[in-house]
């Protein structure tokens, strides 16, 4: 019976030392929070994309250099605009150029500065138009990226005035 007390008092203690140390370990845990992340930069939102692509100057002039072409009507420049360019679109710009021409204000130059990131596949540039008898124009035309960069939608008709000296 003596064996059967002491062995009993031992698995005791051993469940209470068992007990314990569970505790201990649950203590430890509860008192130790799990780190947190921290951004480096404390305050500033990290950017989304931030190696956004734009166009490259040489991109731009190809595209602005087609459209000015008074020796390509704009039913065939309908790749160089988003969205392509109407029947309706494409003969009113080419009665602009034929305009502009008999005024001799053709062939137009552009200079191209300040290349931006307008949101996904968009970007924006200042484009200054010069030509004989026309003062040199500034504006802030918006591109696409469509499986090349093309003139937005939007700034089509920027562009066209141009023409219209």
């Excluded at 469940?15 to 130790?32: E, L, P, Q, Y």
């Excluded at 160089?80 to 710009?93: P, S, Y």
């Excluded at 150029?97 to 300040?114: C, E, T, W, Y």
């Amino acid at each position: 019976m003596k064996y059967l007390a002491t062995g009993v008092a031992a698995i005791a203690g051993a469940a209470v030392i068992a007990g314990a140390a569970a505790a201990g370990v649950t203590s430890i845990a509860a008192s130790a929070p799990a780190p947190q992340a921290q951004l480096a930069v404390f305050g500033t939102p990290m950017p989304q994309n931030p190696v956004a692509a734009v166009p490259t100057a040489d991109a731009l002039y190809g595209v602005l250099n087609g459209l000015a072409n008074p020796g390509v009507p704009f039913g065939s420049k309908g790749y160089l605009v988003e969205g392509g360019i109407g029947i309706i679109e494409g003969k009113t710009a080419d009665r602009l150029m034929k305009n502009a021409v008999a005024k001799g204000l053709l062939p137009l130059s552009f200079s191209i500065a300040d290349i931006a990131p307008a949101g996904p596949g968009a970007a924006t540039a200042n484009v200054t138009a010069s030509g004989p008898g026309m003062a040199p124009t500034t504006q802030n035309i918006t591109f696409v990226d469509q499986g090349g960069w093309k003139l937005s939608r939007g700034s089509a008709s920027q562009v066209l005035s141009m023409f219209a000296g």
